[in-house]
Nanobody, 118 residues
Framework: QVQLVESGGGLVQAGGSLRLSCAAS????????MGWFHQPPGKEREFAAA????????YYGDSVKGRFTISRDNTTNTVYLQMNSLKPEDTANYYC???????????WGQGTQVTVSS
């Protein structure tokens, strides 16, 4: 069981950068694949990025590939999403999630809002 709390969202101009953080509780954090999802206004939640338990492999949705980078620090139970070259269409609520083996995206944070102005 883990609890996830996102932070780092805010307002940024197009072309700018933000780094989101997800603080996880529980010693089992180190065993979970972690991910980020985003949900634009009026749209469904969409996969953005994921990282394996040991940080050895990462995965990205097509809309963010090449611009966003997911990373994790298991010593501090934190996962990050570095967002560069932000576009207005990146405006969304961003959610951190955890994926125990074989269980799907089981644990979710409350989200942090990112707004990109044109």
């Amino acid at each position: 069981q883990v609890q996830l709390v996102e932070s780092g969202g805010g307002l940024v101009q197009a072309g700018g950068s933000l780094r989101l953080s997800c603080a996880a509780s529980g010693r089992t954090f180190n065993l979970y694949r972690m991910g980020w999802f985003h949900q634009p206004p009026g749209k469904e939640r969409e996969f953005a990025a994921a990282i394996d338990w040991n940080g050895g492999a990462t995965y990205y949705g097509d809309s963010v590939k090449g611009r966003f980078t997911i990373s994790r620090d298991n010593t501090t139970n934190t996962v990050y999403l570095q967002m560069n070259s932000l576009k207005p269409e990146d405006t969304a609520n961003y959610y951190c999630a955890a994926y125990p083996s074989g269980a799907g995206w089981r644990y979710w944070g409350q989200g942090t809002q990112v707004t990109v102005s044109s």
